[in-house]
């Protein structure tokens, strides 16, 4: 999941081969290589503001706030003027973080940074010219802290609404009365290709009927792959977005939509940009990226009625629409040829608690999940997935080595590897850990279909309650918790006595979730009676 776009390409002066292998080097994770290619290139051009501004999006990524901050502050130093990288400072968050004290610190201020933004653009009006180019990172970290963005979300939109007034595009077609026929309906993700995103939810559009629906389908030029054009195949029209964004606003107002539904916003900045503008008669997004946009022109919020807890309404700037049936279209998964152990270069004996989450997912209040599991079971292994920056596994590390160093050696770890393969050591797993407070979606599915039970314990927000939707639709809740020490024991009882009876009862009854008419049925009915409303 991206939190920022890449690195600009080279522009110009002796920096420009430095700053196309620290792209090169920032594109790969090589977070160490690519801060020294740039502190290269400074100390022959310390005047460099973008160089000192590129720095500290590396030095972020790196969890090296001090860095970040002092390479930020000299770009602002050289360029005062640049209001983008004042909001870059206000919304400082590093991916990983080392304890809850640290979460509700940067959170406090970031909400004092942004307050103080806003009462500055007010006093004294400023512009940001070209959002889609100078704004490259916004809120994407924050959904992990099991916190209630709502009121960080809607500070963030505002300070943007006063420095992006251009953002506020309202589309021709909406002055004008809706042509009769069916409704004009589309989707939108940068990632609504082989993806995540593409994955949850890029068979529904072309699955529905055409009859109901126009089916419209937006892909960003710079996101089609063989998947995406799978899909565009099955639809009624299909519209390229640039990655320019007056241009892709001009294209989507140019599709005359009825309603758009943005499969997630959040993950790509252009997508909580989109939210300013009024491109269709209904604007709405989805539990692609769980938690409320803030943003003022999103309407709706399509989520699950399993997956919703008491009073979730209040965590949504959005109107929430709690479904009565998961609004996904996932498809089934083949079984891995090689489940052994060893041929997967995985430990040959122990038990197996796999938690192959990107790092910044896993939250300090799940670290005591982790040590109750080995602590409970003297022959467990937890496996974790360190394929990202190296300075995410290092700072997992020492968060964990720092409270329970005993446990450390029985810490094992996976790098990316094909699907196929994968899959395949999900199914050697012989328990899914579910993380919290924030869970997983695809990858709980994944595990289901290959036949790997999950043990989850619901928080009191959208964003770690997708399992228990899914749990709760196939019938099987012998993996939802209570509390944390349900969610060892059961953790530890399914890896035991209870493994081979949940292996039968995830076989039987995960194809509920998988290929569903029913899934695309219901948020079908739904979009065009949110149309319909709207009229």
């Known amino acids: 999941m991206p939190a920022d776009r890449p690195l600009p390409a080279a522009q110009h002066t002796v920096g420009d081969a430095v700053l196309a292998e620290a792209q090169r080097a920032y594109a790969a994770d090589q977070l160490v290589d690519c801060a020294a290619l740039l502190r290269g290139a400074l100390r022959a051009q310390p005047a460099r503001a973008e160089l000192w501004a590129l720095l500290a999006r590396v030095e972020l990524q790196r969890c090296e706030l001090d860095a970040h901050d002092a390479a930020l502050d000299e770009a602002l130093r050289l360029r005062p003027d640049q209001l983008a990288w004042r909001l870059r400072a206000a919304l400082r968050c590093p991916p990983m973080m080392a304890g809850t004290a640290q979460i509700t610190r940067v959170r406090a201020e970031v909400m004092d940074r942004l307050g103080a933004l806003e009462a500055a653009l007010r006093a004294r009006p400023a512009r940001i010219d070209d959002p889609g180019r100078q704004i490259a990172n916004l809120s994407y970290y924050f959904v992990y802290h099991g916190e209630d963005d709502r009121p960080l979300h809607e500070a963030m939109h505002r300070v943007i609404g006063l420095a992006c007034p251009t953002l506020a595009a309202r589309a021709p077609h909406l002055d004008r009365p809706r042509p009769p026929g069916p409704p004009r309906v589309g989707f939108s993700s940068p990632h609504y290709k082989d993806h995540t995103i593409g994955n949850l939810f890029g068979g529904l559009l072309p699955a529905m009927d055409p009859a109901a629906v126009r089916r419209v389908g937006l892909f960003w030029e710079d996101a089609v792959d063989p998947r995406a054009l799978g899909w565009a195949q099955g639809l009624d029209e299909v519209v390229l977005l640039p ?215 619901p928080p009191p927000h959208l964003r770690g309650r997708l399992a228990l939707a899914f749990l709760q639709h196939i019938g099987w809740t012998d993996g939802v918790a209570a509390d944390l020490g349900d969610y060892v024991r059961r953790a530890v009882r399914l890896a035991g006595p209870g493994r081979a009876a949940a292996q039968v009862a995830m076989r039987a009854r995960a194809p509920a979730l998988f290929d569903q008419p029913t899934f695309v049925a219901g948020l079908q009915r739904a979009l065009v009676e949110a149309v319909g409303a709207a009229r």
């Open 243 to 457: 990655r320019d964004l007056p241009q892709a606003m001009a294209r989507i107002a140019g599709a005359r939509l009825d309603l758009l539904l943005q499969l997630d916003v959040g993950m790509d900045p252009w997508t909580a940009l989109l939210g300013h503008a009024r491109l269709a008669r209904v604007q709405a997004t989805t539990w692609g990226h769980p938690v409320t946009t803030g943003a003022p022109q999103v309407d709706l919020f399509f989520s699950m009625a399993a997956a919703d807890p008491p009073g979730a309404q209040a965590h949504f700037t959005e109107r929430l629409v709690s479904l009565p049936l998961p609004n996904l279209c996932f498809a089934a998964q083949p079984q891995p040829a090689v489940t052994d152990r060893v041929a997967l270069g995985l430990p040959p004996t122990g038990r197996l608690y796999g938690c192959p989450q990107n790092l910044f997912k896993l939250h300090p209040d799940f670290d005591a999940a982790l040590f109750g599991v080995l602590d409970a079971d003297p022959e467990g292994l937890v496996l974790l997935h360190g394929g990202g920056p190296a300075a995410w596994r290092a700072a997992l590390v020492e968060r964990l080595g720092a409270q329970r160093p005993d446990l450390l050696p029985r810490v094992c770890w996976m790098g990316r590897v094909p699907k196929d393969r994968y899959l395949a050591v999900l199914a050697a797993l012989d328990v899914m850990l579910d993380p919290f407070p924030f869970g997983g979606g695809n990858t709980t599915l994944e595990a289901l279909a290959v036949g790997t039970p999950v043990v989850t314990l």
